[in-house]
T-cell receptor, first 116, second 113 residues
Framework: GAVVSQHPSRVICKSGTSVKIECRSL??????MFWYRQFPKQSLMLMATSNEGSKATYEQGVEKDKFLINHASLTLSTLTVTSAHPEDSSFYICSARVDRGYYEQYFGPGTRLTVT | KNQVEQSPQSLIILEGKNCTLQCNYTVSPFSNLRWYKQDTGRGPVSLTIMTFSENTKSNGRYTATLDADTKQSSLHITASQLSDSASYIC????????????FGTGTLLAVQP
C-alpha cells in the first residue's frame, strides 16, 4: 500500500528557532500534499494545500510567513515553522493525495513539535 | 455549512465485545465517506471508503454502513481487541474541484481487558 513518511517524528526546539519537517510519499507520486495540525483530543485541522512546483494555498487564519511550505517534487514536501513559539507546539501531520479515482489521501505518522 | 458530527465522543468497552460508532454529515456535494483509525501519536489510517451507491463495506472486524438518504454512517467493530483502542474519525470528501475533506471530531474508543 501507499506509504507516507515524516521526519522527524519528534522535535524539541527553543523559542525563536526554526524547524523543518519533511514529508515523503515513498512508493507513489503525489501531485497534491496537505499539512494538518492537531491539538490534543481534537480532529485534524487543515493548514495548507500544496501542489508540486507551485505556491501553497493556506487556510484562513494560517500565517504563510510563519509556516513555510515547499513542494519541491512529486514525492517531497516540507513544512518549516519559522521563529517558533510555545503556542506552535502541536502534532503536525502531512498527507499525500493521488489525484485520480477515489482521490485517496494517505497520511503520514505525524511529527510532535515541542517549543520550549 | 459542511459538517461531520460523530457520537459518542468517547466509549469504553470490554475486550471481546462489539460496538457501533455513529457519524452524521451535512456535506454537499457528497463524493465519498471514509472511516479512519488514529492511534495515539500516529497519523490516521484508512479503514473503509464508501461511495454514494454503497450501503455496506467490511474490512476484517470492521463493518461500515452508509445511508445516503439520511446522511448517516456507522462503523461496527466486532469482537473488540485491546489494539482497537484508538480514535476513529469519520471523513467526508466534498465532490468537485476542491475535493476537500471534512473531518469529524472523532470517537475515542478504549478497550479494556
Amino acid at each position: 500500500g501507499a506509504v507516507v513518511s515524516q521526519h522527524p517524528s519528534r522535535v524539541i526546539c527553543k523559542s525563536g528557532t526554526s524547524v523543518k519537517i519533511e514529508c515523503r510519499s515513498l512508493d507513489f507520486q503525489a501531485t497534491t500534499m496537505f499539512w494538518y495540525r492537531q491539538f490534543p483530543k481534537q480532529s485534524l485541522m487543515l493548514m495548507a494545500t500544496s501542489n508540486e512546483g507551485s505556491k501553497a494555498t493556506y487556510e484562513q487564519g494560517v500565517e504563510k510567513d510563519k509556516f513555510l511550505i515547499n513542494h519541491a517534487s512529486l514525492t517531497l514536501s516540507t513544512l518549516t515553522v519559522t521563529s517558533a513559539h510555545p503556542e506552535d507546539s502541536s502534532f503536525y501531520i502531512c498527507s499525500a493525495r493521488v489525484d485520480r479515482g477515489y482521490y485517496e489521501q494517505y497520511f503520514g505518522p505525524g511529527t510532535r513539535l515541542t517549543v520550549t | 455549512k459542511n459538517q461531520v458530527e460523530q457520537s459518542p465522543q468517547s466509549l469504553i468497552i470490554l475486550e471481546g465485545k462489539n460496538c457501533t460508532l455513529q457519524c452524521n454529515y451535512t456535506v454537499s456535494p457528497f463524493s465519498n465517506l471514509r472511516w479512519y483509525k488514529q492511534d495515539t501519536g500516529r497519523g490516521p489510517v484508512s479503514l473503509t471508503i464508501m461511495t454514494f451507491s454503497e450501503n455496506t463495506k467490511s474490512n476484517g472486524r470492521y463493518t461500515a454502513t452508509l445511508d445516503a438518504d439520511t446522511k448517516q454512517s456507522s462503523l461496527h467493530i466486532t469482537a473488540s481487541q485491546l489494539s482497537d483502542s484508538a480514535s476513529y474519525i469519520c471523513v467526508v470528501r466534498v465532490a468537485g474541484a476542491t475535493n476537500k475533506l471534512i473531518f469529524g471530531t472523532g470517537t475515542l474508543l478504549a478497550v479494556q481487558p
